[in-house]
């Protein structure tokens, strides 16, 4: 425990029942959490795999699996259940899937779909409409509330709508032996309600649980939480409520407030020593974050020097705003001698980034863009994924219908439609519909040969798939569907070589991860959904500005922070002006500020262009809370350098430091 300060020792230490770790920004609070699992471990007679560690991103489970494999012998650190809550509810649901009248192989189905299935349900496609359905439905799956409960609570238009799709999407769900993302957790938590001896198996299988960003709980994952802890109460929550910015998606700080509550045992330890930011940048977000409720008071301080003001640019409209903050970020990055790496420009909404990307991009500067497009939702990588879908799981209908018309062969819509209709009437899946005798007489020889001859490829590679090793089988499947010459012949040439680069890589990680694992194509398939092929890329490897909403932004930080935006209606954002909303925008603004290590630069327009106009706009009320220690730049009275004035001034910063090296 060689480095570690009394609050952090203590909190590694405590055994003697539950304990909240209200872990500030910046405090090292995922030390905390690998370093007690080390201390369960070698200090406290507890097995590996009695120790679970959830948190809410693969990343971050990555990271805690990475150091404590540093702290722990291999095999040690092998058998503990570090993972995403997601991750863990799969688990439960493979082992337990007979008590809910699944099969241990049911399928997890993506956003794109649930959404499919939701549209049937409310028979609308408008995507705008199907979004918010989805929505509605997610967060009362989240709140445990049932489909009768929500047509009971349904208050306006498209809650009534959605309460009304609920049921006959959840029966669909059922029918297809699948499962929604949220379902990963809820069904845990209604199986854990309906069988005591399945719950007491899982308590005595996970004896000590640790909980990282506990204030972005749910009240599903809460449940869940304290199901798996039952009477032991043996667990530690690390969380900070100054960071609870996911209320929008269902996240419920009232979970921390209620702690001591339902736990009276409770002990509370504060870690407040900031290792991440210099005194100035922590005395504004403390400041800042001082005009909320406190649920548990704490100030953040650091022992990393005063450092360099922070600086709010004023500018003259959104377009020059972007060009300011990529000519300050590149004169200071020559002047600092820094990399592209060392700085991130944060913003509200995903709309802002369009004009730094363009100025980032005539500047040559490298940048990666967070939230973009994941690699899974690219059409190729569905197309091949629905194949492995249908081998782990052929109820899977969604996945049946695109596997056997992409490419195509032969098998068209209105036979699609009869063999719909035989299925639905038989209660069976279209795959086991179409090698049934009765959906044969219905339908002419030339419509049936191909899907006949589609069911029995399939089958036979199924067979193949669970029991040889994924990269045997998947460039077979690939040679037997054709799909590179499918690709080449249905798009130009460009794009079908982009997509082709897309599917070999797909194929390479699927067989890295089958050899590295020993597992089928099954068994990896049985996981995909829940792997965010974008994971893998190390961003920090790449030489680049980073530009990420604030709310992607969270648990990152960076040396230098350009905070852009920073203006009433966008930072607060105008919808949530009420005062609970805007307790959350404050907290993100907190968010935003502690992200920076060393220096932080702020900007907001006095005017700003939506459509054509140009719109007045006042300076977000977060700055003036920031308190007095901040430097303006711009605005009125200060002229604005011009183009030619700025790139002169970079091209002498160039040669100098081009002579000095």
Sequence with gaps: MHGLNPQQRAAIQYLDGPLLVLAGAGSGKTRVITQKIAHLVDNCGLQARNIAAITFTNKAAREMQERVGKLLPAAQAGELQISTFHSLGVRILREEARALGYKPRFSIFDAADCAGIIGDCAKTVDKSTLRHLQSIISNWKNALVSPEAARQIASNEHETLAANAYLSYEATLKAYQAVDFDDLIGLP??????????????????????????????????QLLKQLTGVRQQFTAVGDDDQAIYGWRGADIANLKKLPDEFPRLKVIKLEQNYR??????????????????????????????????????????????????????AHRFEQRGKFRDYAILYRSNHQARLLEAQLREQKIPYLLSGGQSFFDKAEIKDLTCYLRLLANTDDDPAFIRAATTPKRGIGAATLQTLGQYAGERHVSLFQGAGEEGFAQRCAA???????????????????????????????????????????????????????ANVCEFTEWINKKGEEDGKTLIDLVQSIALINLLDKQNSEDIDAVQLSTLHAAKGLEYKHVFLVG???????????????????????????????????????????????????VEPSRFIAEMGEDIRFSGGKQAALPDKATSNARLDAMKALLSGKR
């Design 277 to 330: 930011s210099t005194v100035r940048i922590l005395k504004a977000a403390n400041n800042v974050i001082a005009h909320n409720e406190k649920l548990f008071e704490k100030t953040l301080w650091s022992e990393l020097g005063h450092g360099d003001p922070i600086q709010v640019s004023v500018c003259r409209d959104n377009e020059s705003e972007a060009a300011s903050v990529v000519m300050k970020l590149q």
């Design 566 to 616: 920073v203006e009433e209606g966008i930072l607060p954002h105008r919808e949530s002006l009420d005062p609970a909303k805007l307790q959350e925008e404050r907290r993100l603004m907190y968010v935003g500020i502690t992200r920076a290590q060393r220096s932080l630069h702020l900007s907001y327009c006095e005017k700003r262009k939506q459509a054509r106009e140009l719109i007045p």
């Design 446 to 500: 030339r419509q049936l040969e191909p899907l006949r001859e589609f069911c029995q490829f399939i089958a036979r590679l199924q067979e193949r798939a669970a029991r040889e090793p994924a990269q045997q089988v998947l460039p077979d499947l690939l040679a037997a569907i054709d799909y590179e010459t499918y690709l080449y012949d249905s798009e130009e040439e460009r794009t079908a070589r982009n997509r082709w």
């Design 189 to 222: 938590v209604r199986l854990f309600a309906a069988h005591p001896d399945i719950t007491e198996k899982w308590q005595n299988r996970l004896r000590y649980l640790l909980i990282d960003e506990y204030q972005d709980t749910n009240a599903c994952q809460y």
